[in-house]
């Protein structure tokens, strides 16, 4: 039992022990974070979103979709998770499902979303907030694709293009009504 008791105090005090630092080696504030700073400068995302859109692949027809995002935020606001589930309009098949993390990298001094699809690609890639909306783009062998997602209260519209010959084309819009905060 004594023993018990000392393994329990040993790890509660070595749990504790950055808690009882000095006063001034407490968490800064997000005044003097300017990563937690970056991250709350991002356009209001966290909810379940609901809606549609259409995505062409290619030189193949327009295909619509259904689906919805799912975006949380965990410590702090300092990660922002995404997921994106998408299906054909009648929902007998996924068309699409993704995860991401979006965060502030101290380092690059700069945002880094990192992705994950279910078809097992993904990859880490820069954002950048322009004109209030949200950037993100994939260097690709046939050509730049960029994302732009804008936030305006309860609604989200996204668009894809591809840069081809330095000319956007664009392949992809969606629009989702934010259905739950």
Not at 56 to 80: N, S, Y
Not at 101 to 111: F, I, M, P, Q, R
Request: aromatic share 8%; charged share 25%.
């Amino acid at each position: 039992m004594r023993r018990s008791i000392s393994v329990w105090t040993f790890l509660t005090l070595t749990a504790l022990a950055p808690c009882s630092a000095s006063p001034g080696a407490a968490e800064p504030p997000a005044a003097a974070d300017p990563g937690l700073a970056a991250m709350r400068a991002l356009p209001l995302l966290p909810g379940h979103w609901e809606g549609g859109g259409w995505m062409k692949q290619g030189a193949g027809e327009t295909q619509r979709f259904v689906g919805q995002e799912t975006v949380e935020t965990r410590l702090d606001g300092r990660v922002v998770l995404v997921e994106g589930l998408h299906w054909t309009p009648d929902r007998s098949r996924v068309v699409h499902h993704a995860f991401g993390v979006l965060s502030w990298d101290d380092e690059t001094k700069g945002y880094r979303f990192s992705t994950h699809l279910a078809t097992g690609r993904g990859g880490d890639f820069a954002v950048s907030l322009e004109n209030g909306a949200l950037v993100w783009e994939i260097p690709g062998p046939n050509g730049r694709i960029r994302f732009t997602i804008r936030i305006e209260g309860d609604r989200w519209h996204e668009i894809g293009t591809v840069e081809r010959e330095g000319k956007p084309q664009q392949f992809f819009e969606m629009d989702l009504r934010r259905v739950k905060g």
